[in-house]
């Protein structure tokens, strides 16, 4: 127990790096500590009363025949519940709490009790509903739904060793296999998910159908006809094979890339990690947000084409960064590639993070780059727009919403975080992600290696791994340095080694116990451009330290329109440790120009030359993106304006 | 006959400008001419094989129990017939053609055949689903469609002087009167519509309960319970006359404070006009593109918030830039405000004429500022996206789009053209367009005075205006100087008068026959800026010259890619006439700094400094806006980088 991995490539046989499971990775107090603690203690419960107050756990009851009344919400809601389980069980593995324990297995006792004869569950479709199964598999996400059950029961298994979840699982997918095949119904759902689950439930029962049914489903769109109505909405449009863009729905895209590098690894087949290559180099090099967000569309919560990356209307769901984390995970276990790593790292600490308040019970939905207080209502006729929720006095955090499936999918993330920091392969440890604690690594090829790491990074840069146990036999230690990270240093036992930012670096050796490796990862405020044909970005730069990009708020610059606010050659960056705000972080301090705001209030002026008037400067204050709406609601802008004034 | 104005307010007691009707306006050889030929000749001819080839004329065949089958198509297809209709009226009045004339019979007598025996007409709710009449208002445009039968009908017979269509409709207002009001159904239809059709249809019948029926339909929105759900989409998140921002869906809030400012000038109820003056502010003041598109989000094809202008996702609909027009013509006449004056010449030489192909025959739904050849797939999972439609090569005019509201919307606009260019008031005659020909106009306090005018406008800024006839009276002839028109002259008989850009020059005299007035307008190339909120526009200018926004096309620059081009200081942007391009345009020609492509490929890099790395200069040639996608696809930009190179 508590050693189960997330993502459990220990008998795929096409995989480079396996990750160490979070069982065998201690979290010390920091950055992260304090993040999964607030969720652990504070978040999980918040959710769980939100299922509780919005009949999500009652729609259970119902399907068990043990309460009257109607479905409550919306039919895709029993996912949220399975997503809290997945986290919840995770939360187990990390800190046992009887009251926690007792609340899941109370959760587990009743989904059991819903799940029909035959293995099918979905509680909206039961009672009067039963004969409308399956009827609709483009929009109706049953198979979704199971799919987030299956990863539950997986997690759950692994987490606490009972095996009271995982039977209902199975037979769950034992009814899938069955209804589902080259000889019975071909459709696979409108919104993926079954197929990741289906390959991690196979690592685990070991059952090649698992593995099978999963590759069916991928295969299944791009059918002629179409399975899914032939969209891109639905990456139905082609045969994911042959896919070349990452197209339509953001998230879905993700939960759909993620399996093919997963089941690549188990199958081998290099056409289906090709192509979700293909479509990871179409998502992270032309059309992904510099905080690893994803989906520049409210309509259709969709990708944009190359290079559209609007930041006011960005939609960037905080479930795509999520999913984005995952799908970088598989692709960096498939190939040991660092820039899975990187776009990793990118998400986790900007994209994804921004989702979650520090007490972990607010949420965000869509995450855009630039926001205004004023409200702009998104409420379409007949249109669904679950993250377009806008309050009075601009974009800020949730506690629920009325599609729940981002405060849950940043729980189960969190809570599994200590499982997407270390790899093994033969004869090697990875270091992928830096926090601070201890990992106890055995290497496929048999050796066990213990490293003790003290740092605080993401504030500070420097890194120290102490080998505490190391085989007798030579093991190659890699770490990563980050591509942002020009100038790096790395000492083993006081003597120097090559870096190169972007990769791992890797040292070989016979370790001995007490042996010392210094990371130092430069952490100078650094400004970022965009790729030219990013139109939102020109004349623009984001401010980023570390792995981390930053934003000005209007809290912060009382006096100024933040859209008067310009950089500069002037404008001397730099870092300040400020242990009092927002629990702790390190501003930006600096200087900014400050352009008239306009002669005249008019929407459209003659073009009076390429700089803006400068009426003078003014004390400049960024903060991380990921920390922004936490204070006074207000503007806030992670591309500033830059002029050589 | 042919003297009936479009918009009709010779005896509306608040109107500050009566429009002069288009058979007082004798339109000559030039820019306007060419394009009404074009749509009267091939485009009429164009959209009514469409309705024939999607069953939207064989559904009032069936409705009227002639031909078997089921109705084709959408529920809301008949406004495509009606608006063709009007357009035809309109047609007919210009150019008598026996062939249109006996076919827009046809057409009638279809449509009559279809009425029901109490005045509804709708051909989808009728045969099997006559009983789902007014079942859902929100959403089935019912009489959104009887509002478009409406302006058919009372163009038709101040076009034709026949009654044979405005009988039905007459009919179908009674129906609509007796159906709703405060003694019986409560609700406004969710696209309006039906509201402008009544105000004009009261002032062709005198019936002041069509007036009545027109203000009550206003008022139902905003209700408590609301009527549409109450959502911004619908504008009915508000009391129209409490609303202050230009919210939701575009194209059916200029339909709705276009009415509000129309119904004002009958009933002088100040409220009413100063609520769509106010939404007016919102819309053209802090949402409103350069071109005077308006609707800056697909989703919900809706305004976005006060200066969220993106280029490339611009919605910018066809139809909302010609209801745009409608409702500035319909200020403009109450209040004889040049700014109203202004956008109408903006959206019609930009944003509307850019919804149409040189010849008449094929249309933009959306209208972007930026476009890249590369497809950006739209289809959405159950999501109406009917401007979104896009094609290998990028964005293309269409021949005909499923949801059809653009092309017999910008037909009836052409078609009508000549009616919103001179307006009377008591001793006045104003000039609001310049278009060479001729008018003749009766002041409402009696006077007759004619003007032939001559200018090659928007081409060339030289107007002269002489004298045929005139009262012996003095007269104001007021002629607008567009608000761009800085150093803009006037001399009348060779005497210099004063003249301020943006408002009406007045002069005041008794004219004798022969007395020729010169307006000179400056038409040097001028470059417009946005203001500093417009994210998408910052560092950016964009080509002007006389009323016409420029764009770049790429088939103009095969050696750079369009995002390398820089406007600079040195640009010497000069007009040139190219009378073989496009059927006769005015270019401009200049010179742009070449930025380096990128150091590399990569999305985001380190920011190297506020300019960019030049490796040069090019030959720069812009063609106007509206002129667009009509050679070799390829992408389009209208806002241009700008350096102090």
Redesign the interface.
Known sequence: MNSAAVIDLSKSPHATVQPVAPGRVEVAEGFWDDRMRSMRSHGLERQFEQCELTGRLRNFERAAGRLEGEFEGRYYNDSDVYKWLEAASYALARAPSAALRARVDGVIEAIAAAQRPDGYINTYFSGPRTSWRYRNL??EHELYCMGHLIQAGVAHRRSTGSDRLFEVVVRAAEHICETFGPESRPEPD?HPGIELALVELARETGNAAHLRQAVFFLDQRGADPPNL?G????QD?APVREQRDA???SVRLTYLAAAMADAAMDTGEAEMLEASIRLWESA???R?Y?TGGLGS????E?F?????L????AYAETCAAVGGIFWNARLLAATGDARYADWLETALYNGALVGVSPDGGEYFYANPL?A?P?P??????????SG?QQTVGGHQRQPWYDTACCPPNIARLLLSLAGYAYGVSPGALWVHQYLPGRVEATLPDGGFMTLRVATRYPWHGDVELMVEDAPDSPVDLRLRIPSWA?GASLEVDGSREAVMPGSYAAMRGVWSAGTTVRLRLPMDV???????????N????AIARGPLIYCIEATDHPES?L??LVL??NSDLEARDEPDLLGGLTTIRGSAGV?V??RS????????????ELTGSTALTAIPYFAWANRTPGAMRVWI????Y
Do not use: C, I, M, W
């Open positions: 483009t929009d409108g109505s969209l891109h909405y639905h449009h197209d339509g729905h992270y090099e032309r992904a510099v569309r409210y309509q259709g969709a944009g084409a190359d290079y559209e609007p930041n006011d209307r630039a205004d004023q702009t209502p998104d409420d379409q006729g007949g249109v669904h727009s377009a020009d650094r400004l970022v451009a965009s790729h030219p044909r990013v139109q939102a020109t004349g623009r730069a329109s859209d008067t500069g050659p352009a705001q306009v209030d008019e929407l459209y002026a003659r073009f009076e030359g390429g700089k803006p304006p830059y002029v050589d």
